[in-house]
């Protein structure tokens, strides 16, 4: 009988290969001479990667004074490193379309949460100016470990137990001994096979203990901080606009000491800024989420 360690990796080792169109992609972008028009024709085929690149391009989190009204623009202001992340991200997203409808409620939930993360990772980072590049895949994908789990083991991971609660340094403990090894590290196993950047694999499998990181330890750090404040302010059920800020007063100076710790500068009201702005565009985080599964 197979162990769980087994189990994970025999699954991780047969999850889908890379689309057609991201591998080209891939291609494409790792040519120094790639040109907008190249990545435009690569990409153009795909109707519903077009949406979704055009979509993120004209969120909030890009801010653009003007619209993006075409897929070369969208390509412009993204770039082509964040182009083809955004590709390999709702590739894999998709792949897991089977479990979605199996669990709905529960993954439906997990994605809000996750995109939710993202956005708050991207707003942190360009705060802290530590690889604002990368962010939103990085908090996007952050629990994509849990996904696999739930794959992996059905029942045995109870989806109302790991999936929809909030990870704190109890329920990682209690997943080690029930699993013999947590989702973050999962996750990091699978971005690999996925070809996604080191220093994005590194900050998602270390974001529970970023002092564990060999590198990236900030990076880690604010997708860890991501995640709590994104908990708080976006899930369903989650406190009224007014409790929020009260209820994280309290982690305060924990987060400013860890800040610190990891050379991370973090100015008087920067807490309460990045809570203001996800609570003010929370809606924000369906809409991509509806472009990634479309």
Known sequence: ??????????????????????TRLMKVTSDPACS????????????????????????????RPRKAD???????????DEVQ??????ALINSFGKLARQHKPFVDRFWQHSFACGMAAKV???DLVINPDIAFTGGLLHDIGKLIMLETFADDYAPDRWMITFSSAEMLDEELQMFSFTHDLVAGRLLRKWFFPEKLITAVSCHHRP?????????????QLADFLSFYCCNPGSLEDDDILAAIHTSLPEI???????GLLLQDDAIERW????????????????????
């Open 70 to 80: 075409s897929i070369k623009m969208a390509v412009v202001i993204l770039g082509f």
């Open 85 to 90: 992340r955004i590709a390999l991200a709702k």
């Open 1 to 22: 009988m197979k162990t769980r360690s087994e189990l994970i990796k025999q699954h991780i080792d047969s999850f889908p290969v890379l689309p057609v169109t991201v």
């Open 275 to 294: 809570v203001a702005w996800l609570v003010k565009n929370k809606e924000q985080g369906i809409t991509l989420k509806e472009s990634f599964s479309a």
């Open 256 to 262: 400013r000491s860890q800040c610190h710790s990891f």
């Open 211 to 223: 002092e564990h990181a060999a590198s990236e330890k900030g990076f880690a750090y604010v997708i």
């Open 124 to 126: 942190i980072a360009e």
């Open 36 to 63: 907008v028009k190249d990545v435009v024709e690569t990409i153009h085929s795909d109707q519903s990667l077009c949406l979704t690149i055009l979509k993120i391009a004209n969120s909030v989190l890009f801010g």
